[in-house]
């Protein structure tokens, strides 16, 4: 596990701040990044537990971490744990997605940046009533692949066709040139009542969302190893 860690101007000052990366080696050169924030969202008025808006994708990722390292990879896999995901203040291109914005910068200063074939970032996907529309902002190709796998898998119910955009991790890649899917169900509790507030805690959550997210995950992967996706 490598700490990627850095110092964060926001709007109340300098915040250290430390993205967590995993890395599996493969046999090709191109990286495929599987992401999501372990970050959550700063509240004075209430105790925030961020089970799902944080605490998710990072049980996902751990869970990921123990399948690829006991298997032989095509690809390289980085995992990547993001810090900073949450605005300080109000939400803006300048106060949000720090971890991310750092890590694409710096994988650009070194050169590194044209090895990523991928980026599939999972973001709030424990939500016990599961529902992950098709992100406005991600890359065609690959979210037709991960919404094809899902209905292959007979998930169809979960991923729908229905579309809605977010702004999240994988928006700096995007813009950067990386191909990036944003797996996000950004519609939690009724009228997303459980959204930043004291509702979001474990009981709203279920592991058949996680399992159901991690499975269409890791077989996105092995589409990907099978041969190259880009266009």
Not at 16 to 31: H, Q, V, Y
Request: proline residues 4%; hydrophobic residues 40%.
């Amino acid at each position: 596990m490598e700490e990627d860690s850095f110092v964060a101007t926001t709007p109340i000052g300098q915040i250290p701040m430390t993205n967590l990366i995993a890395k599996f080696p493969g046999s090709r050169r191109e990286t495929v990044i599987v992401a999501g924030h372990y970050d959550t969202k700063r509240f004075d008025a209430f105790r925030f537990v961020g089970a799902n808006d944080g605490g998710s994708s990072a049980a996902l990722l751990v869970e990921l971490t123990r399948v690829l390292g006991a298997r032989k990879n095509a690809l390289n896999y980085w995992l990547v744990l993001f810090d900073g995901e949450e605005a300080v203040g109000e939400w803006s291109a300048t106060d949000s997605v720090y971890g991310s914005r750092h890590l694409l910068e710096k994988l650009s200063s070194s050169g590194e940046l044209s090895r990523i074939e991928a980026l599939i970032l999972v973001d709030m996907i424990g939500d016990a009533h599961l529902r992950i529309p098709r992100e406005a902002n991600s890359t065609p190709w690959l979210s037709d692949l991960a919404f094809n796998v899902a209905q292959h898998l007979g998930y169809g119910k979960y991923f729908v066709n229905s579309q809605d955009a977010a702004d999240d991790d994988h928006i700096p890649f995007i813009k950067a040139g990386v191909s990036a899917v944003d797996l996000i169900d950004f519609d939690y509790g009724p009228n997303n009542s459980y959204w930043h507030t004291a509702q979001d805690t474990l009981d709203h959550c279920s592991p058949l969302s996680l399992t159901i997210v991690g499975r269409v995950v890791t077989a996105t992967l092995e589409q990907l190893e099978k041969s190259p996706h880009k266009n």
